[in-house]
């Protein structure tokens, strides 16, 4: 047995070492008043071990993230299985796999809150609160080891009470996320596209100054510049949260 013990001991330390784990941990906590079904997704390799899962109200777990890991996480709603066709879906953040895993192979991006991470970049870790896409659910991120530039960060209220009208999403009568207006849109004004591909080009709208008024340490569209992206050293771990005040948005 205490063979096995010491073998298992060093499997860990080897594959941490090498590469394979990373030293951060991501511990995602459902402090809404209702089920929330995180999205992970891994822009490199290897993945993290789960691409979605539900997170009951209270609920907690933790992620050990791979070595070098670039990806994403956010939270659906609303999520319910077809009985007549087996299809799982989410009124919002709907990853369009048709389960409650997501595919690891390529991303739908939703009306969503964000959270990016680059880990182990160069020795340092960056993470970044995002609203480009639209908002569905607040975000707070924690780091456990914090400096001048590793600092916790989100968007932390409930952008539906003042998303305008033109973006309001809805579930029957209930408002239950606020659309980016390049995602409503798709112009490429809007979305910083073609001859508006530009930091002198691509200016900040009515819509991103709304956005930006309620989070001003999100990242809220293409040439954002208020500087959202939160710098740690490598080894730090992360607690994400949603829903992580008394602010519970209008989806139930």
Not at 58 to 63: K, Y
Not at 110 to 123: E, I, N, Q, V
Not at 171 to 196: D, H, R, V, W
């Amino acid at each position: 047995m205490a063979e096995i013990l010491t073998l298992i001991i060093l499997l860990a330390l080897y594959l941490s070492v090498s590469g394979v784990l990373s030293l951060s941990i991501l511990t995602i906590e459902n402090k809404c008043d209702q089920t929330v079904w995180p999205v992970l997704y891994s822009w490199t390799s290897p993945h993290v071990t789960t691409t979605g899962f539900a997170l009951k109200k209270g609920e907690a777990r933790n992620i050990r993230a791979p070595f070098l890991w670039y990806g994403l996480i956010s939270g659906r709603t609303l999520c319910s299985t077809d009985t007549s066709t087996g299809n799982f879906s989410c009124a919002t953040g709907d990853c369009s796999s048709g389960k409650i895993e997501c595919a690891d192979d390529d991303y739908n991006w939703s009306t969503a809150t964000y959270a990016f991470f680059r880990l182990d970049d160069g020795g340092v870790d960056s993470y970044t609160v995002s609203v480009e896409y639209g908002y569905n659910l607040p975000i707070m991120v924690v780091p456990s080891m914090k400096s001048q530039t590793c600092i916790t960060a989100g968007c932390v209220v409930d952008l539906n009470k003042t998303c305008p009208q033109d973006l309001m999403n809805f579930s029957g009568e209930k408002l239950i996320a606020c659309s980016s207006s390049c995602q409503e849109s798709g112009t490429p004004e809007s979305c910083c596209l073609n001859e508006f591909k530009s930091k002198e080009n691509c200016k900040p709208t009515t819509y991103t100054k709304n956005f930006e008024n309620a989070c001003p340490l999100a990242y809220i569209y293409a040439y954002d510049d208020n500087n959202s992206t939160v710098i740690c050293s490598n080894s730090t771990d992360y607690v994400i949260t949603f829903c992580p005040t008394s602010i519970i948005p209008n989806i139930r």
